[in-house]
């Protein structure tokens, strides 16, 4: 469990803490495409880092890697100390590792409580012999989760939709749930992957608030990716910036914004620092 | 009306993921099991001994097949295959000497292993390339079972099921069968509904519905559908070995082939993918239905002494049946579960219908 | 070594029959992905409905195949309009369920409304060899593999015109066919009336194989099995997997039977199965689906 | 179109419930014939049903025997074991005492019932072959060659056809590969020692509707004769694959399971020639078929089906199956006296002797070691329009048969 609650300066721009993820020099490619080129980052403890870049820049790719689901080509990863470049997204998930889908991926057919207890799986020491004796042995573990569940249902405000089939809910909600689903394994590192796609502003600043929460209460590294600038630059302590899988910039948001590299990739002008394939 | 839940409220967790949360339901439920226990005084030994005993053991089967394709979503064409090795390991560690539950037990170990060998394919493909190559394994145990004498029984491939025992108590009356049998079904039932509410089901579903997101929390998707195949397999091997010793009494090779395999899958789909009560209307529909029907048209025809030829008369219930398959996944694709559930969550919120969900 | 060739040139021949049954639920699964149980129903329905036009009404050879055809061809269009289209967007194994049903009836209703015993196919085809120097090949074979080989050709053909683009863009993307003006309802129908329509075809170079009667919807396992193999999508790919199908287990089981004492052919034709979804797990022809995280 | 289904189902349902036994009559002996028609024995069930049957209207007809009337139940099976068990436990207690599933995996997985509950399960020409035995199996009865019967009756036709001399001669078997295909094997392997002829099975799986692959070995071993063991479908693929061979069909001899219908589906000009084993006399000139023809289909208008099916080789099968129980009911009638009961019906078959009726199949004697009854019969040829004998009724090698049924009934026994 993440130790130090809270202790994470809020004061933005000033990181505090070890290195947590350090990613050093990345490259994935893709038959000819190079979709993640030479990119490398690094993310304190309790930092909000935010990855951002025009469609198509890499930032999925990037997470991908991170997640385990891609083998960079070259380049390492090290989560808190361990080489996770090889790893897989279970072996990776299990080190504390929690992630969220751009495209969401709750798990339909069933309620909103079930898939935040699976966001326990990796704490949970259940197995077929618990469960075939349940009555003695599988049902006291089932509610210690239970118990942990209920404090992330609090803090995302989920109580009325808890036993709701997960599909039936608006995507705003759902987003919220599949949060709950990451936040449940108490991760030290959490990456999401755009998870304003499609909210409108109030619902954004929703979720701006939920993410700092999470950093704030539960002390998780946040590693996040979007697309558009404005409420990330609210947030995020820190932002790299890529554009066509090469890093072009990284720093304070207020730096970033004003970065002529990233003006240019989001206005898509042609200049002579934007790399080109 | 019955399964009203206006002012049911739940205090403590363990009230809230209880087997039954409606409280009629509770009562259904203890009601239906007296009634089972029960049975032997209240239905006809006809119907006990032709109908409820291989409705149970085949309940169980289904519920085990279930765990794999409804919950964890692999397609097992091959299930048949897989009640056959438990049922022959079964009886031939029974004609050794061991007592019923041990020969029941390594019927299922067995089964549990083979089972697991149709699984490897599934670590690469799913859908009907899975399909495929479990039907594929069901044609090579087949193959072996009516090419070894030394299994199979002899030049007549028919092996005598020797008399079961329960700690010395001999089940020779049809019912000392149903109850054993009624016991065994109510363990897996409940061992299933266990695996459903907890972690490891949850896990289960989560690989049929998207594995990518199942390992990124954590979850070792080769091991969980490895251990799908391995625990159906060992509720499927159990059951195979159940209906030798307490149905069959005989054990031929035909008991346990390729239709009997798309039987079973027709029994999970009917009843309802992922439904424990589902297993046991979709059993209970797919192995009676067409006996009934056949049995019901034919005192038809006598009733109304229409003079049909034999032969039509038994094609007949074959167009009623598949036609009920048919109408039934028109009707309602979740199968007879979901009918069940409409019909509960019409009463549950009776009369405020326009809360229905 | 001519023993090694008759069984291969045999086994390829009857693997190209094995196609054309396959070709059937091919077709259907390339307009809408839903692989059609029924198929083998069909295969005997036809069968049936040819032997009834022929030996109870008394048509001739040819427009009796044509009226089969024909009679196929609107059941297959039926069975689209009034059962698979109610169920567009229900899990594939509920579908899956449903041609399984209708298979049950057509078993029923068939040999129930037209007698169960085996009849005879009425096709002149001489049971007399055909030597290709010491090689014994078999007619009924030769004119099976070369309709199968003229219909899928004609399958093929069928592909490069309007319909068949448009049934191609159907099963590619429903909605993005649906978007750029194809009907894809009418499509898929089609294309259930078209597989229908084979079902005959196929049905008469079996029933003049093995008579008429319902084992011949027993060829739906085999079928399948050829289906998945060349990838369900993939009309090359089905003739590839019957000639393997039929070779191999033609040719291996030739030279391992008297050792083992037993009929491997269906073994033979397993264990190829198994293999090649282990090492291809797409078939040999299949698309291969990359999902996308 | 909803509560259409529903009530469909209901109906159907409540009809198969309310299937209320009717109260057993006074003096009725019931049969019980769940048969397949719709699955592996399509083939042969509604002919040998309908034969069964219309003997036993006709027996009725005629004042029934020893003041005993015969009442059937038939049921559709679709060869399935669950389906065979439910109807005997459902025509059991509707009061049938003798049954006939025509289907050898329904009648062996019924045959451990039968012996405990002490029902009368008639096997002939097919369950289990080591029912000859009437010490381990008091309750079954072949009542006719079994397979093993079978197999020396063609070999010893062989072997006159040949001069009495076999040795250096090759036969073949092609056999489904099931259990049943495979029974001959030992007794043709134990006769080829002995005749010194040289033995080579070839097995296709099945259904066996392809079987290039495995006369394409058969040529190369260059048999004088080949034994042709299946039933249904793959018979005529069978012959046809013998005829573009060119193997001379008068030395093709088929098991039981070969009649005018496969003929007909191979061309029944082309398929003149071959031969079959052959339990009982095909045809209408037989008196007792003629008696059918003219009392149960042209006067009381009762026959069971199709009266083209009248006098077929499996309608005569039929015919065959039952005659000897009706015999057995009439000897308990006249030696234990009444009420004739199950068990005096089973004691009385054992006591049928030399039994024929008049030559409609061969004469059989049931004995409490030997419920075959001799294992007689003979062997007919296809003349191009019908089948026509070229032995007399006979019996052969009796050791070797006996040697199989004993030593299959002792395997049996160690389960018990």
Redesign the interface.
Known sequence: MAAGTGAAPATAGVPAGDVILNCTSLVRRFGGLTAVDRVSLSLREGEILAVIGPNGSGK?TLI?LITG?YKPQEGRIVFAGQDITRLRPHTIARLGVART?QNLALFSGMSVLDNILLGRHIHMRSNLLSTALYWWWGVHEEERHRRAVEEVIDLLQLEAVRHEPVELLPIGVRRRVELARALAARPRLLVLDEPMAGMNQEEKEYMARFILDARDELGTSVLLIEHHMDVVMDISDRVVVLNYGVQIAEGLPQEIMNHPAVIAAYLGERRFDGPRH | MFYRECGVRHTTYAADRALAVIPFERALLVLLIVLAAAAPWIVTDLFLVSYLTPWLIWTAAVLGLNLL?GWAGQ?HLGYGAVMAVGAYTAVHVARAGAPFVVAVAAGGLVAAVIGSLFG??AL??R????A??T???Q??VD?IL??VPAISGGAQATLLVPRPHIFGIPLVTDQARYWTAAVFTLLVALFVANVRRTDVGRALIALREKD?AAAVIGINVFYYKALAFFVSSFIGGMSGAALAFLYYRAVTPEQFG?NVS?MA??MV??GG?GSIIGSFFGAGFILLAPIWIEHGLRELAAALSVHISP??L?????????????GF??LE??GLAKLYDNVRNYLRVWPFGYTKK | MT?LA??AI??AL?GLMYALVASGIVLVYKSSGV?NLAQGGFVMAGAYLVWAYIARLGLGLIPGILAAAASMGALGWLTERL?LR??IG?????IL??T??????????V???L??????MPIPIS???VWLGDI?I??T?ILGGAVAVVMVALLAVFFRTRAGIAMRAVSDDHLAAWAVGIPVERTVALSWAVSGAVAAVTGVL?GA???V???LS?LL?KA??VA??GG?DSLSGVVLAGLIVGVF???I??YV??F????????V???V??LT??IR???LFGREVI?R? | MRRWVYWVLVLVLAAGLAAVPALAQQKVITFGFPVD???VY??VA?EWTQGMVDYLTLMNLKGGVGGYTFDWRVVDTGNEPQRGIEAYERFRREGATIFNFISTPVSNAVAPRAMEDGVILLMPFHGRSDAADGQTFPWLFSLGANYWSQATVIVQHILEAEGGNLRGKRIGLVH??SPFG?EPIPVLEELSRRLGFEF????????G??Q???W??V??FRPDWVLLWSA???Q??GV??A????FPLDRLVSVIWLDE??M????AA?ARGVKRFEAAVPGREHPVVQEILQKVYQEAGKGFGKIENVGSTYYVVGIASVAPVVEAVRIAVERFGEPVTVDKIRAALEMVSNFDLNGLMPPITITPQDHEGGGMGRISQWDGSRWVPVTDWMSAFRDVVWEMVYKSSAQFRQGQ
């Open positions: 999925t991908n689901f889908f | 394709m397609i490897l394919p690469r493909v859908g009907l390339y899975l495929m190559s039907l594929a394994l044609v090579i193959w009516v090419q990518y390729l798309i899958v027709a789909i009917v993918l032969s039509t038994a094609h007949l219930p074959l167009v009623i049946y598949g036609g009920l398959i048919t996944l028109l694709p979740l | 023993f008759e069984l045999n086994g009857v692989v059962a109610r169920m229900q899990p594939v194994i509920m369920m449903l399984f049903g209708l298979e049950v009836v057509l078993r029923g209703a040999p129930g409304a007698g169960a015993d085996t009849k005879p049971q007399a060899p014994l078999n007619r074979y079996w194989v093995q008579g009667d319902w084992s027993l396992i399948l099995s998945v193999l369900l287990e033609s040719v089981s030739g039977d008297p083992v004492g037993g009929g491997t052919r269906e073994v034709a397993a264990v199965i198994f979804v282990l797990p797409y078939g999902e995280v | 028609y719709t699955r399509v083939f509604e489904i590969d495979r080579q099975s070839f097995a296709f799986p099945s259904p509707t392809e290039s692959a495995t394409a070995q040529r190369r249904g479908p793959s005529s693929v046809r694959e005829i573009r061979n060119g219908k496969d007909n589906i191979v061309g082309q």
